[in-house]
């Protein structure tokens, strides 16, 4: 049975320059479709994709993934930020791996860039006053 999976990949440096996702292609028969993704040679990446195809070659596929250090997350769909409730302390701004919470200077302001932003969810457990929420 074919299957769609939106998931976030976050790769470690030492494997960023290898052909990950040939493999998911070549050796697990999925189609892919990145949607956002940031990797450089020296750090590590981060890439947020659409996976289609049988749903045994998707499992085999993740399992190759977290073989290769690569940890998996499931794509949430939104991410929005009450800017009453948030106290701009900035713990969102430290775990958010895509950059999109950035603390403003020199006003110290949280703000969200919703068009950077990969709706990992990374931000909503660290938020004190849950600014920050999921919408699906």
């Known amino acids: 049975m074919q299957v769609i999976h939106r998931i976030v990949l976050h790769f470690p440096a030492a494997i960023s320059g290898k052909p990950i ?36 070659d998707y499992r085999q596929a993740t399992e190759f993934l977290l073989q290769q250090g690569v940890r998996i997350q499931p794509l949430l769909q939104d991410i929005r930020k009450d800017d009453e409730s948030c106290v701009d302390c900035g713990a969102c701004v ?17 703000t969200l860039h919703a068009d950077a932003c990969v709706a990992c969810g ?7 006053v849950r600014a920050v929420e999921l919408r699906f």
């Open 21 to 56: 996702v040939y493999h998911l292609a070549r050796d697990y028969n999925l189609v892919f479709n990145i949607l956002k993704a940031s990797i450089g040679l020296e750090d590590q990446g981060l890439m947020v994709m659409e996976l289609s195809g049988e749903e045994a």
């Open 94 to 110: 430290s775990v958010c791996p895509s950059h999109a919470l950035v603390l403003e200077r020199p006003s110290m302001r949280v």
């Open 122 to 128: 990374e931000c909503v457990p660290a938020c004190p």
